[in-house]
Structures are given as structure tokens and as C-alpha cells.
């Protein structure tokens, strides 16, 4: 795949040099400035492939910067504190069961990890400019309280199912800044609400 597109990329640069100089020919014949109308033509061809680049890369940046990290809302100290005895009887569930809810590309997961907490996992997109937004909520079922909270943004993922994510693969960013540290933090944090393996 990676062959095709870097022939794909060169023919069309090949085409767009051919454009600019095309573009220059003409203005000099006709009289006009050859260097605007090279420029021009050269920054038509640029916003064929390219018009989304800065706008996606900007709002993955904004959103990242203003909603994405990692909350504890409750520390297990806390917990265990208002509920005594009680994380010792916890049992991880075997086998990982869960529930599904969407297709594919916009869904939400619940995954049961033992009687007393839930992960509910929520993927949305695509979003506006290719955005994709991942969402885990550890969730204390007896009380519906959220412990904590692991919030994430990616871009281009349509295709990442099949193993490849889209022929602009200039617009890939599968986590936000630190994204995935906060993940590992998140998944930790996580465990300890887990219960004993039985």
C-alpha cells in the first residue's frame, strides 16, 4: 500500500509541477506576472490534497488542550473508606464479558468487571475535520458515581478497522499529546477497581 500511494504522490506532483510551470508559460505570453500566477497555481494544487491539514491539526490541538486527560473523581483510598470490607469481596468477572451499543465506528462498550463496577467505553465519530473522541468512564454500579474519567481524541480513523487509515495519512494522530501516558494511567487506576481473579 505504502508503494501505491508514494507513486499516487509522485505522479501528482509530477502533474502539479506541470501545472505551475503551464501556469507561468501562460502569464509570460499573455503578459502577466509569471511569478503570481506560478504561486498561484502552485498553492491551487497544495489545497487540492491539503485543504484540511492546519484546520484538522488546529482542532485536534484545541481539543486535546481543553478536553482531553485523566480524572480521578475518587481515589480507592476514598472508596474503600465509605465502603468497608467490601473490595475484598470483589471477583473480576471471567472472560470479559461486556454489552455493545453502535457499529463499528460510533459505539459504546460496558464492560463488566465484577458485581459492583462497569468500564463503559464510548467512541464517537467522525466528528467535524476527521476528529474522533474516546471516552472511559469507571462507574460504581450500586451508586451510578464515576470514579474516574480517561478522555481521548484521534483523527483519520475510518479505516483503521481494516488495518490502514485512509489514503491522507498526513491526518493521523491516534492520540492527543501524552494521550497514550494517560491511558496507561487510566488503565492502572482501573485495575485496582478489578477485584481478585478467581
Not at 465509605?82 to 465506528?105: C, F, I, R
Not at 474516546?134 to 470514579?147: A, F, Q
Request: proline share 3%.
Amino acid at each position: 500500500m505504502g508503494i501505491i500511494l508514494a507513486a499516487i504522490l509522485g505522479l501528482y506532483l509530477l502533474v502539479s509541477l506541470g501545472v505551475v510551470i503551464g501556469a507561468m508559460v501562460y502569464a509570460r505570453r499573455e503578459g502577466r506576472s509569471a511569478k503570481r500566477w506560478g504561486w498561484s497555481a502552485a498553492l491551487v494544487m497544495y489545497l487540492i490534497p491539503f485543504w484540511d491539514w492546519i484546520p484538522t491539526v488546529a482542532m485536534h490541538r484545541y481539543y486535546c488542550a481543553t478536553e482531553a486527560g485523566f480524572w480521578v473523581y475518587k481515589t480507592p483510598e476514598q472508596w474503600k473508606k465509605e465502603n468497608p470490607g467490601v473490595m475484598q469481596t470483589l471477583v473480576a468477572n471471567k472472560g470479559y464479558p461486556s454489552s455493545h451499543e453502535g457499529d463499528m465506528a460510533d459505539y459504546t462498550t460496558t464492560n463488566f468487571l465484577n458485581s459492583r463496577f462497569n468500564l463503559v467505553v464510548k467512541h464517537r465519530g467522525p466528528l467535524l475535520l476527521h476528529r474522533w473522541l474516546r471516552e472511559d468512564t469507571l462507574i460504581d454500579t450500586k451508586t451510578n458515581e464515576i470514579l474516574a474519567r480517561y478522555v481521548d481524541f484521534s483523527t483519520s480513523q475510518e479505516r483503521r478497522q481494516a488495518g490502514w487509515t485512509g489514503w491522507k495519512f498526513w491526518l493521523d494522530s491516534r492520540n492527543c499529546v501524552r494521550g497514550l501516558d494517560k491511558a496507561i494511567e487510566s488503565g492502572k487506576f482501573i485495575d485496582q477497581f478489578r477485584g481478585a481473579e478467581k
